[in-house]
């Protein structure tokens, strides 16, 4: 299929350990997301891309979290020493058009990391 | 961004139409009503928009109170597949970030 891919589907850590989770957006869109969502909360967002440039970084939680995306295409969310409150479904959207005009976001599936 | 409020949960019977409310009553005159939902265990899903004026396409349609202090969206003839997780999301069209700052959101319960 043509839509958003993230992988791994499931990711489970032990307190202290480094993740990284991809996504894939579809292609050719310029704009790509990541949202971070807790259990029975709606989805918050962390971080924003256009092409490969980290233009609002402004929902990440801590310097633990670290995002790239470096030709422009897929994008991979770090996380460092993953702690127990890191745990959460992560969410990659993407979409066709530059910010600033009305444009409809693409979810993908999501990654639940859990962190025992 | 303007804030909403929605109820946390709503039924509906499996044929008949889903009216689900938001209120957005500190609503600018250039934030865009969104409407998205989410399946279980899926990512959010884009439904409809509008401005002011009301709108529909194939999934929904969209009422906007002349004020614009509140919306509708309407699921004509529901059917079990629609139970699910339902945001209202307003917000500027412009920027330089578009992200979407969802609440807890509707969750609708369709029964046969």
């Known amino acids: 299929g043509a839509g958003v891919s993230q992988s791994p589907r499931y990711k489970v850590a032990k307190r202290g350990q480094d993740v990284a989770l991809r996504c894939d957006p579809i292609?050719?869109?310029?704009?790509l997301f990541w949202y971070q969502q807790a259990l029975g909360q709606g989805p918050e967002f962390l971080t924003y891309?256009?092409?490969?440039?980290?233009?609002?970084k402004s929902g990440l939680p801590s310097d633990r979290f670290f995002a790239e995306r470096p030709e422009g295409s897929v994008s991979t969310l770090k996380i460092q020493r993953t702690q127990q409150e890191d745990s959460a479904v992560y969410l990659c959207?993407?979409?066709?058009?530059?910010?600033?005009?009305?444009?409809?976001?693409?979810f993908g599936p999501g990654t639940r990391l859990t962190v025992l | 961004d303007a804030k909403t409020t929605q109820p946390p949960s709503m039924d509906c019977a499996e044929g008949r139409a889903a009216n689900l409310p938001c209120n957005h009553s500190?609503?600018?005159?250039?934030?865009?009503v969104y409407w998205y939902r989410q399946i279980h265990s899926q990512g959010p899903q884009y439904i409809i928009h509008?401005?002011?004026n009301n709108e529909t396409n194939e999934m929904a349609s969209l009422i906007i109170t002349e004020d614009r202090k509140s919306s509708t969206l309407i699921l004509p003839h529901a059917t079990l597949r629609d139970t699910a997780v339902y945001y209202c999301?307003?917000?500027?069209?412009?920027?330089?970030?578009?992200?979407?700052?969802f609440g807890t959101g509707t969750r609708l319960q369709v029964f046969p």
């Open positions: 959207a993407s979409s066709f058009e530059l910010a600033g005009f009305y444009n409809e976001q693409f």
């Open positions: 292609s050719g869109h310029v704009s």
């Open positions: 891309f256009q092409n490969e440039a980290q233009l609002d």
């Open positions: 500190t609503i600018s005159g250039n934030e865009y």
């Open positions: 509008g401005l002011k």
């Open positions: 999301i307003v917000r500027v069209g412009g920027g330089n970030t578009d992200k979407l700052i």
